[in-house]
C-alpha cells in the first residue's frame, strides 16, 4: 500500500508564505510526476504545479513568480513553497503522485487527504 502524508497547511495574512510537503511511503519502486492540486469551496480541482522526476516544472498561470515546485527524488517528498498569498489561494491543497509499485509494472496513481490553506487577515 501507498500514502502520501501531507503538512504545512495553515492560516496566514495575505503576503504571507507557507510551505507545504508531503511525503511518499510504501511498495514504491519509483515515482514519475509529483504535484499539487487545490480546490476551493465551490470550485473543482485545479493542477497547481506538477514536476517530473528530471525536475521539469508546470506551474498554474495565477501562481507564476509566487510558488514554487520542489521534489527530493531519493527521499520520494515534493513541496510546495507559497509566497505572496492572496486570499484567492484559500482552498485545500492535495498532494498527487504517479508511481510504479513494487509488486507491478504499471503506473498507479495515489493521492494524499488534503492540507487546508486560509489566507485571510
Known amino acids: 500500500q501507498v500514502q502520501l502524508v501531507e503538512s504545512g497547511g495553515g492560516l496566514v495574512q495575505p503576503g504571507g508564505s507557507l510551505r507545504l510537503s508531503c511525503a511518499a511511503s510504501?511498495?514504491?519502486?519509483?515515482?514519475?510526476?509529483m504535484a499539487w492540486y487545490r480546490q476551493a469551496p465551490g470550485k473543482e480541482r485545479e493542477l497547481v504545479a506538477v514536476?517530473?522526476?528530471?525536475?521539469?516544472?508546470t506551474v498554474l498561470d495565477s501562481v507564476k513568480g509566487r510558488f514554487t515546485i520542489s521534489r527530493d527524488n531519493a527521499k520520494n517528498t515534493v513541496n510546495l513553497q507559497m509566497n505572496s498569498l492572496k486570499p484567492d489561494d484559500t482552498a485545500v491543497y492535495y498532494c498527487?503522485?504517479?508511481?510504479?509499485?513494487?509488486?507491478?509494472?504499471?503506473?498507479?496513481?495515489?493521492w494524499g487527504q488534503g492540507t487546508l490553506v486560509t489566507v485571510s487577515s
Open positions: 498527487h503522485a504517479e508511481f510504479r509499485p513494487t509488486y507491478g509494472a504499471r503506473y498507479l496513481e495515489v
Open positions: 514536476i517530473t522526476t528530471g525536475g521539469t516544472t
Open positions: 510504501g511498495s514504491i519502486s519509483s515515482i514519475s510526476t
